[in-house]
Nanobody
Framework: QVQLEESGGGLVQAGDSLRLSCVAS????????VGWFRQAPGKQREFVAT????????YVADSVKGRFTIFRDNAKNTVYLQMNSLKPEDTAVYYCASAEIFTVVAHNFGSWGRGTQVTVSS
């Protein structure tokens, strides 16, 4: 198993920035990529961004492209989600997850963190 723990969420105003962190531990050799997903109340879980450890390939959802950036620090087993120009519609629980392939499909991610709450007020 890969253990994942998110941090960095909080309450901010529209236009503010947050940086989320996802620290991977345990059987990290099984992790090829880490993705960020979010789930707002009453909505389905939504893909946000993913990154591979090895080459740093990224894929970012159109809904956040230009505002959110995903990057990683391999030495720290940490993936970050830099969120700028936050909007109220970004309010959600943000989860990071690990997959054995580079993918954007939630079911392909086998290990998930517990999530961190991001609330953006207007």
């Amino acid at each position: 198993q890969v253990q994942l723990e998110e941090s960095g969420g909080g309450l901010v105003q529209a236009g503010d920035s947050l940086r989320l962190s996802c620290v991977a531990s345990g059987r990290t050799f099984r992790s090829y990529a880490v993705g960020w997903f979010r789930q707002a109340p009453g909505k389905q879980r939504e893909f946000v961004a993913t990154i591979s450890w090895s080459g740093g390939s990224t894929y970012v959802a159109d809904s956040v492209k230009g505002r959110f950036t995903i990057f990683r620090d391999n030495a720290k087993n940490t993936v970050y989600l830099q969120m700028n120009s936050l909007k109220p519609e970004d309010t959600a629980v943000y989860y990071c997850a690990s997959a054995e392939i580079f993918t954007v499909v939630a079911h392909n991610f086998g290990s998930w963190g517990r999530g961190t709450q991001v609330t953006v007020s207007s």
